[in-house]
């Protein structure tokens, strides 16, 4: 099977603190791939890598058969034209309104003509169900709305790759099914290739094709939705069951209460 | 401690050098990436309209009070040497040498520097310059270059407003109010004033206050933290620095212009 993405032996430390000892992915063509982990543990710094954002410490990241941190801006900018990518805030400009946020990629980068470009915006929009939204400023719409709007914005140049970042965190119910719904279909309807970047369980894990679970720097497991939910690790069964305490304790590390309180009694 | 001290110096002078540092590669992709000429320039324009035609307002009532105080303290000062028909050349020569440039480039700071900051801070941390990147447009480009080259044109022509409301209050009080002969008033002014050396140098000082004071507002801005409180003490700074840099390079400028530059 072709790979999209392919990520090998990657390490990357912020301030000295090492966030990825040496992880491994790959990520099919044509899939929904889910990476898991706890808060903290540099899943939007791993797509922030795939991007070209940040630079790996070393190891490397392919993204169609290009090698990012070897590309110079020209190129990396041109390989970012295969790619779209939807920020936890939506990322849309404030002082755009919905159109022209869903119309700004298309302006930069195609020599269309202000009918086709209008066209396009709409059948965009339509696909996130948010037509009847065009003319509204992002302040006016809600967290939900304003994702799928940038969803709507990350599709409008027809990508290979579409990145996710924790699409579902402080969504209603309704609007969580709604995106769910949407990141299958999209990625269905467009033949695109997606990962998702999320820490919630069910609604990633009724979408993805295939999951890694990353945590201390290391992935901790990968494999369909069905084993991952099987696997018997401790460090799984914390992360997947919401348990409180485990291989992540419950305590940020510090001295035993008892000797602190008598030290300071003292 | 003592050795404590050397390291807080030290660790002190590796952030101006490192801040040095980040401002100079941040003005050499500004410079090297100029707008693209069919989306710069509406975007420019969009910019001294947000920059400069909004700070009108502010720019034109201090100029006018600015005018009107010269003309009566000078009026007073004057007048104890039987000098009262100077008042003409003196309020023309403060404002268009000095308090003009200068005042108006202090105000710029607090108005559209402290804007421009905490803009280009929101936008960074609302993820709108990463998502630029991500859809392959330079932030640098379409979002500073506009911003740094729209200050460096507001100001200069905003100056000019300055010097000619500030010269007009002046005039409304020394030949309105107070009485003098206007005849005086403007013979006199134009008898002292020297295009080259009192109005070209005033704007020189303006164009130079412009860079400065845009490129300390989007330094900010674009490395500002990505917190509330990262956002206000970056606003805080560019108004602080900004100030500070107005007045150190006045002082600079006016040696090498009085020095016969």
Redesign the interface.
């Known amino acids: 099977m072709n790979h999209l993405v392919e990520i090998e032996k990657l390490h990357f430390s912020r301030n000295g603190r090492p966030i990825f000892s040496g992880i491994d992915i790959v990520i099919p063509c044509g899939k929904v791939v889910a990476i898991m982990g706890p808060s903290g543990t540099g899943k939007t710094t791993l797509l922030r890598l795939i991007g070209g954002q940040l630079r790996p410490s070393a190891g490397k990241i392919i993204v169609a058969d290009k090698n990012v941190h070897r590309l110079n801006q020209t190129e990396l900018y041109r390989l970012r034209h295969k790619m779209g990518m939807l920020f936890q805030t939506g990322g849309l400009f404030t002082h755009l309104d919905v159109f022209e946020n869903v119309a700004f990629p298309l302006r930069e980068h195609t020599q269309l003509t202000e009918s086709m470009i209008h066209s396009i915006v709409l059948l965009k929009l339509n696909m996130v169900g948010l037509r009847g939204a065009i003319h509204l400023m992002p302040g006016e719409l809600s967290g939900g709305m304003a994702r799928r709007v940038a969803m709507a914005r990350a599709i409008a140049l027809d990508p290979e790759l579409i990145l996710y970042d924790e699409p579902f965190s402080g969504q209603d119910p309704i609007s969580m099914g709604v995106l769910v719904r949407l990141i299958r279909i999209l990625n269905e309807a467009l033949g695109l290739t997606s990962i998702i970047v999320s820490h919630d369980v069910q609604e990633t894990l009724s979408i993805a094709d295939y999951v890694y679970v990353i945590s201390g720097g290391k992935v901790i497991g990968q494999g369909t939705p069905k084993t991952i939910m099987e696997d018997g690790s401790d460090e799984l069964k914390q992360f997947l069951q919401g348990l409180p305490d485990g291989p992540v304790p419950f305590h940020y590390p510090a001295p035993a209460i008892a000797d602190e309180l008598i030290q300071r009694n003292a | 401690m003592m050795f404590e001290r050397t390291a807080s110096i030290g660790r002190l002078g590796l952030v101006i050098v490192r801040d040095w540092g980040k401002s100079g590669q941040l003005l050499f992709r500004i410079l090297f990436r100029l707008p693209k000429p069919f989306?710069g320039f509406p975007a420019l324009l969009q910019q001294i309209f947000a920059e400069g035609v909004l700070s009108l307002s502010i720019i034109v009532v201090s100029g006018l009070f600015i005018g009107m105080v010269l003309a009566l303290q000078g009026h007073h000062t004057l007048a104890k040497f039987g000098a009262s028909m100077e008042l003409g050349p003196l309020v023309a020569l403060s404002v268009l040498r000095e308090l003009g440039p200068v005042v108006t480039a202090i105000l710029f700071a607090g108005r559209a520097g402290s804007a421009l900051t905490a803009e280009i801070g929101?936008?960074k941390a609302?993820?709108?310059l990463?998502?630029?990147?991500?859809?392959?447009?330079?932030p640098i480009q379409r979002i500073i270059s506009p911003r740094l080259w729209g200050g460096f044109v507001s100001l200069p022509l905003l100056t000019l407003i300055f010097n000619v409301t500030a010269i007009y209050g002046a005039w409304l009080v020394g030949v309105q109010w107070l009485g003098f002969d206007p005849g005086t008033f403007w013979s006199n002014m134009q008898s002292s004033v020297e295009f080259r050396l009192d109005v070209v140098n005033g704007i020189i000082k303006s164009v130079v206050f412009g860079f400065v004071v845009t490129l300390i507002a989007v330094h900010q801005g674009y490395f500002s933290e990505s917190t509330s409180s990262g956002i206000a003490n970056a606003t805080t700074r560019t108004v602080v620095y900004s100030s500070l840099a107005v007045l150190g390079l006045d002082f600079v400028l006016t040696a090498m212009m009085i020095g016969g530059w």
Request: aromatic share 0%; proline share 0%; no cysteine.
């Open positions: 989306r929101l936008m609302t993820a709108q990463s998502s630029m990147e991500m859809m392959a447009v330079d």
